[in-house]
């Protein structure tokens, strides 16, 4: 080596080339050494698209099930023909599943127009329709002569997917598309997912109007059910009010008739007695006579009061509810009460009633009273008929009865009781002819057609009636 040599000379260092980057066009598809890449990418991007589309309808479709059968039925069969494009889209359910489920079958034509009769559609959608709800499985007519998928050119615009719930058929989509419409496995993964949600929702919307069935069912029966309870507390409340009345009228008609039959008879027995020794007395001549028949009159009179008195203690506690009521409404009462189990009472109401003044209806009332009273105490009667009249001049009221008490006796009593002043054994009568007086009519008594006493009132009404 020589010094010309040393140090030894260095070659000068070659430049690297720039670095070019990522290339991003290989990566995203836009260039491949495959020259079908990119056609495929963009028929795979628009069936996505689809896809997803088809899965929003769907989804758009399915949320109708809060509607009903009928609204699910018409958007699924909607859905269908949209992502199909087709020209024809049926839908049908096996006849005996899915009972409830309204409508059995559905026809879409062109432009998405609905066929409610099938006796107008194509033969072969009609067929398909028929064979579905007779439960085939693939949805082919018996008879091939109606069906157009037995042609291969035309089998791949034809659809047919069936709709299955617990692994059972329970109908089917059916579908045609126009010749430049394919249908491809991605129309039938489409195709299946709608037919299983919709299976799923037309179990669900039957099982929900079953529920909201029942439901109204058994509302109604909680209405009724609360309406029942309502009337049975009523009962049971009128019940406990018609017990305590019946109680109370009960002991009301045992002192009715002790006071009647005992205290009231010895009152009219010690006026007879007193009666008689008055008449005695004024056959007889001496100084004590005016003064012992003046006695005698004062006791006279005194029993008089007591019978008047008990008389009205017992019209008191035989009709102590009748204030309130009108004159109608008292005569029932008064035929329902307090009344032998031997006579029976009926109540006739004629005319158009009217308002009468209180004291005239009471009066009416006690006289309608005394009457019965001595139909059922004297007369021996089995039937009894009070009448209550109004008439345009005034009112009248009848008690007859088929008793063996004579209109004859009945007037003889009468009269000797005004011209002698008897000792209060027919007061009750005396009474009846003073109270019509009082308002102004007549009282009098004759046979009744019942065979028995008839006793009519007649009071007319002031001014009359227009």
């Known amino acids: 080596m020589t010094s010309a040599q040393w140090p030894p000379r260095r070659t000068p260092a070659r430049p690297h080339p720039p670095w070019p980057g990522p290339d991003l066009d290989a990566l995203t598809g836009l260039r491949s050494g495959k020259p079908s890449f990119y056609s495929e990418y963009r028929v795979s991007a628009v069936r996505l698209r689809r896809v997803i589309l088809a899965l929003e309808r769907i989804s758009a479709a399915l949320v109708r099930t809060m509607e009903g059968s009928e609204a699910l039925v018409r958007a699924v069969v909607d859905a269908a023909a949209d992502h199909l494009s087709a020209d024809w889209v049926a839908f049908a359910l096996v006849d005996g599943q899915l009972k409830d489920a309204r409508p059995r079958h559905l026809v879409l034509g062109p432009d998405g127009v609905e066929w409610s009769r099938l006796d107008l559609v194509p033969a072969n959608v009609r067929a398909h329709v028929e064979s579905v709800r007779s439960g085939g499985e693939d949805g082919a007519p018996a008879d091939p002569a109606h069906d157009d998928t037995h042609d291969r050119a035309t089998a791949r615009c034809h659809l047919h997917v069936p709709v299955r719930l617990d692994g059972r058929s329970i109908g089917g989509f059916v579908a045609w598309t126009p010749s430049d419409r394919e249908i491809d496995d991605t129309d039938h993964s489409v195709m299946r997912i709608l037919a299983g949600q919709t299976a799923a929702a037309l179990q669900n919307c039957a099982l929900l109007e079953r529920s909201e069935r029942l439901y109204a069912r058994t509302a109604r029966q909680a209405a009724d059910l609360r309406s029942r309870n309502d009337e049975l507390q009523e009962t049971q409340a009128e019940l406990g009010a018609a017990r305590q009345r019946e109680v109370l009228d009960s002991e009301r008609h045992r002192i009715a008739r002790e006071l009647h039959d005992s205290v009231t008879q010895y009152a009219l027995s010690a006026?007879?007695?007193?009666?008689?020794?008055?008449?005695?007395?004024?056959?007889?001549?001496?100084?004590?006579?005016?003064?012992?028949?003046?006695?005698?009159?004062?006791?006279?009179?005194?029993?008089?009061?007591?019978?008047?008195?008990?008389?009205?203690?017992?019209?008191?506690?035989?009709?102590?509810?009748?204030?309130?009521?009108?004159?109608?409404?008292?005569?029932?009462?008064?035929?329902?009460?307090?009344?032998?189990?031997?006579?029976?009472?009926?109540?006739?109401?004629?005319?158009?009633?009217?308002?009468?003044?209180?004291?005239?209806?009471?009066?009416?009332?006690?006289?309608?009273?005394?009457?019965?009273?001595?139909?059922?105490?004297?007369?021996?009667?089995?039937?009894?008929?009070?009448?209550?009249?109004?008439?345009?001049?005034?009112?009248?009221?009848?008690?007859?009865?088929?008793?063996?008490?004579?209109?004859?006796?009945?007037?003889?009593?009468?009269?000797?009781?005004?011209?002698?002043?008897?000792?209060?054994?027919?007061?009750?009568?005396?009474?009846?002819?003073?109270?019509?007086?009082?308002?102004?009519?007549?009282?009098?008594?004759?046979?009744?057609?019942?065979?028995?006493?008839?006793?009519?009132?007649?009071?007319?009404?002031?001014?009359?009636?227009?």
């Open 271 to 466: 006026g007879m007695h007193i009666e008689l020794c008055r008449s005695e007395i004024l056959s007889q001549e001496g100084e004590n006579t005016a003064r012992l028949v003046g006695h005698l009159d004062t006791a006279k009179a005194l029993t008089r009061s007591a019978v008047e008195q008990l008389r009205s203690a017992i019209y008191a506690l035989n009709h102590s509810e009748s204030e309130d009521k009108d004159l109608p409404a008292m005569l029932r009462q008064l035929s329902t009460v307090h009344m032998p189990d031997e006579l029976r009472v009926e109540v006739r109401i004629g005319g158009g009633p009217v308002p009468l003044p209180a004291e005239a209806e009471q009066s009416l009332f006690r006289i309608a009273g005394e009457a019965l009273f001595n139909t059922a105490m004297h007369a021996d009667a089995s039937r009894a008929v009070i009448r209550l009249a109004y008439r345009a001049d005034g009112v009248r009221l009848t008690v007859s009865d088929d008793g063996k008490g004579s209109p004859e006796e009945i007037r003889r009593s009468l009269k000797a009781s005004a011209l002698s002043g008897p000792s209060g054994e027919h007061r009750g009568l005396g009474n009846m002819q003073t109270r019509a007086i009082e308002m102004g009519g007549t009282l009098t008594f004759r046979r009744a057609r019942m065979g028995g006493l008839q006793v009519q009132v007649d009071i007319p009404l002031a001014g009359g009636r227009s």
